[in-house]
């Protein structure tokens, strides 16, 4: 299980839901053992990613986990990985050009991997669209599938009026974002899940 999530600035139905699926499904793997990373965005303010306005920097509550979620912080097989870029898969290369992710994945032997979090048709994709193609020149051995859970991904809405009135700003509809995101994820060999179930946890 791969996951990027934070904080929304709003309270949004999309987003809510991808948090509560992101907690229940966790939760399973960490009852079953399975391994988890999560990756943060913590980004450098002197390193701005363009379009984009500042969001998510390093120190700053946006570039923790969510409430929900903060129990993951004490789970032994979760991997949290703060990154400084969209990418997950770019954003694990250390100095000395190590990745971590993909440390991970050969260290775990992991042949699918189930892929969660915000924003759909931006770090989802990035990373999504990284590891197909690493695992495509053969880099990531054995892994084989890459599934990304509808449910279990959101994005942000920024309405036209709003982008009208806002400078430097584009619109953003959310429905149409994340399904963006979804197909282009789908078009690149990753499988679209509607729905994941591995049994239910014991409550905790």
Known sequence: MVFSLQAPREPNGQI???INESTRLARIFCEKKLPVMAFLDSHDPNKPEEPYPPHCLAGSDESNLVPALKWLEREPNVTIRRKDCFDGFLGSIEDDGRNVFVDWLKNNQIKAIL???ICTDI????FVCSTLSARNRGFLAPLKD??????????FDVPLQVARNTKGALAHPQELMHHVGLYMAKQ???II???VSLGKPRSL
């Open 123 to 126: 770090c989802v994709m990035d």
């Open 146 to 155: 890459v599934v990304v859970y509808s449910g279990g991904c959101a994005t």
């Open 16 to 18: 809510t839901r991808m």
């Open 115 to 117: 892929v969660m979090g």
């Open 188 to 190: 690149r060999g990753a």
């Open 193 to 195: 899940a509607n729905d």
